[in-house]
Every structure is written in C-alpha cells, then in structure tokens.
C-alpha cells in the first residue's frame, strides 16, 4: 500500500510504500492486554501494619456466655472516652480490616514474547485505519491519508511556533485545540494532586517529546 509523503510546509513530495507490519490484522483485545501488563510494572506494593486497629487494650468476659452481654471484646479501663466499646477485631468502629492488603501480593504481569509483539505490531497498524483514530476521539475531519508520513527536514525544527506552524500546514491544529476545551477535574481527586488531566493530544505530545529531545541533542 503506497501512502504519500509531505513536505514540512504541508506539500506532496513522493509516494511511499508502506511496511509489512501495516499489514498487521488489528487485535484490540491484545493492545489493551498488553496495556494493561505495561501498566502494572509501574505499581507500587500496599500493605498496612501489622498491629494496626488492634494495639487498644480489648478482652471478652471470662466465660465469655452467659452474662447477658455480647461475646465480642470490649474496651478496658476507666476515664470514660471509648471504655465499654467493642474494639480490636474486624467488625467494630476503629478496627482492624478483615482481609487487608498484603506486600507479599504479586501485582507485576508479564505477557509471552510473541504476544507482546504481535500487539505492537497491530498498533503499529491501527495507525492507518481512520476509523480506528476518530475512535479515539481525535478530529481529523480535514486529513484523508493515513499515517501521515514528513520528510526528514522536521528534525532541523527547534521552537515550539515553527512546529505549531508545521501542524497548522498539515491540518493538525483542530486535533490540537480540542484541547482547550478540557477543564480541570474537582473535588477529591483535585485535593489529591490529580486535577489536571494526564492524558494528552497525541500530535502535541509527539511535539513535545520531540522538542525536548531536541534540546537535548543541542546540549550534548
């Protein structure tokens, strides 16, 4: 399959035949299993104390029947506060849980060799598929031809505006600024540092990346 190539400035060049692995069969279900593998070398093991809801002073009566009370173990001591309360077990106010998490828990997913690549070859090859992409919510209404292939000019880019101006001759820019209408999330997950979404456009993620590189380069 012969797809055409474009020129910084948005103009045709040449037409270029695409790949083998463009020809990869699209298997969703093996890109979100290889997601979600990928995703779990990234967690971090939960555990809690191992005393924890249990370091109070609680005994059940001795015999513990037959004296008109509940079995379960009571506070101990005097002064009032929580003296008489049931504390120290699972199923009371303020103590242990009753299947807490454990360290030892295995929490890292591997995935076969073969499976793993063959994912990333039909990733490879969803790219291709407009269908595929506007699924993903991305507005590419302008563009006809996928992937979008550049000549090799773009890695002499090195400010943000030439490669804003690069999008823009591409009719990337309604993509991009689908952006702008994203608000920032409330409530507890903004307390809790996760007010701003993580997610981003793909053209101004690769753009970012790709400058940043850039910088790199130029210091080295």
Not at 166 to 186: E, F, G, H, T, Y
């Amino acid at each position: 399959m012969n797809v055409p190539t474009f020129a910084i400035n948005g103009t045709k060049e040449d037409d270029i035949e695409l790949p083998l692995v463009f020809s990869t069969l699209f298997r969703k279900d093996l890109i979100s299993k290889s997601f979600t593998h990928l995703n779990s070398h990234k967690f971090q093991p939960q555990g809690t104390h191992p005393t924890a809801g249990m370091d109070v002073v609680a005994r059940s009566n001795d015999p513990p029947t037959g004296q008109g009370v509940s079995r379960i173990a009571k506070m101990r001591g005097g002064g009032g506060g929580r003296l008489g309360q049931a504390g120290g077990v699972g199923s009371v106010k303020g103590g242990r849980q009753a299947h807490p998490p454990k360290v030892q828990k295995v929490i890292f997913k591997k995935l076969n060799k073969k499976e793993n690549k063959l994912a990333l070859c039909s990733a490879i090859a969803a790219t291709q598929s407009k269908e595929i992409i506007e699924s993903r919510g991305h507005r590419i209404e302008n563009l006809k031809t996928f992937p979008i292939i550049i000549s090799d000019d773009i890695e002499s880019v090195a400010k943000t505006k030439e490669a804003l101006k690069i999008l823009d001759s591409l009719n990337l820019m309604q993509d991009v600024d689908r952006l702008k209408s994203r608000k920032a999330r409330s409530g507890k997950s903004l307390l809790r540092g996760r007010g701003a979404y993580q997610t981003q456009n793909n053209c101004q993620k690769h753009v970012v990346q790709f400058l940043e590189l850039r910088r790199v380069r130029l210091k080295i």
